[in-house]
């Protein structure tokens, strides 16, 4: 079955550690997108990429950062500069752009211990 | 004025209610509307998508009105599995992103 999966579910980071957040599809999605969501709040955007070796910066890319060496892979770093990181993190795919909507992973669990 | 607007509720329906939430957005070029369901803790998936023509799947319609720039959802006949946040979804000015609203929260009591 063809779908996007994000590994860790839940991540545990201690203060200026980083930690990567894994997400692949295997939808052949050329677009691929993170958003972080806090307890209560609607989602924003991190970081997106709509072609392999090209990304670009969202709305809170601060503390942030990415790569999409593969179609299928598009890793997040959170870094020490992110000073507050615990959220629930989601990845998304969507294979033409603005048109069919989303597909989301299952998040990722971030919490700063 | 935010892209996507959304009444956050939450709306309190007793089962078998017909309840309706309005979305706003402020892009008169926007194309793709959607709606998705968020479940408590869970990842958003797409409940439908929003067509000129208005469409029906089951018990939800879903309705687009270009000239006051607003969509909207009606559940009919509630069910207590319907409780979750609903989020309105528009592409952006671009029309490369979809931009979400903050969600609308419904709980449906026995």
């Known amino acids: 079955d063809g779908g996007i999966t994000q590994s860790p579910k839940y991540l545990f980071r201690k203060e200026g550690q980083n930690v990567t957040l894994s997400c692949e599809q295997n939808l052949n999605h050329d677009a691929m997108y993170w958003y972080r969501q806090d307890p209560g709040q609607g989602l924003r955007l991190i970081y997106y990429?709509?072609?392999?070796?090209?990304?670009q910066k969202g709305d809170i890319a601060e503390g942030y950062s990415v790569s999409r060496e593969k179609k299928e892979s598009f890793p997040l770093t959170v870094t020490s500069a992110q000073k507050n990181p615990t959220a629930f993190y989601l990845c998304?795919?969507?294979?033409?752009?603005?048109?069919?909507?989303?597909?989301f992973g299952s998040g990722t669990r971030l919490t700063v211990v | 004025r935010k892209e996507v607007e959304q009444d956050p509720g939450p709306f309190n329906v007793p089962e078998g209610a017909t309840v309706a939430f309005n979305c706003t957005y402020s892009n008169s070029a926007s194309q793709s509307f959607f709606w998705y369901r968020q479940d408590c803790r869970k990842e958003p998936k797409l409940l439908m998508s929003?067509?000129?023509s208005g469409n029906e799947d089951g018990r939800f319609t879903a309705q687009l009105n270009r000239a006051s720039q607003y969509i909207s959802l009606l559940i009919r006949d509630s069910k207590l599995s319907d409780s979750a946040t609903y989020l309105c979804v528009v592409n952006d000015n671009a029309g490369n992103m979809l931009t979400f609203g903050g969600g609308t929260r419904l709980m449906v009591k026995p």
């Open positions: 929003v067509y000129s």
């Open positions: 990429s709509q072609i392999v070796n090209d990304f």
């Open positions: 998304a795919s969507e294979d033409q752009i603005a048109i069919y909507g989303y597909t």
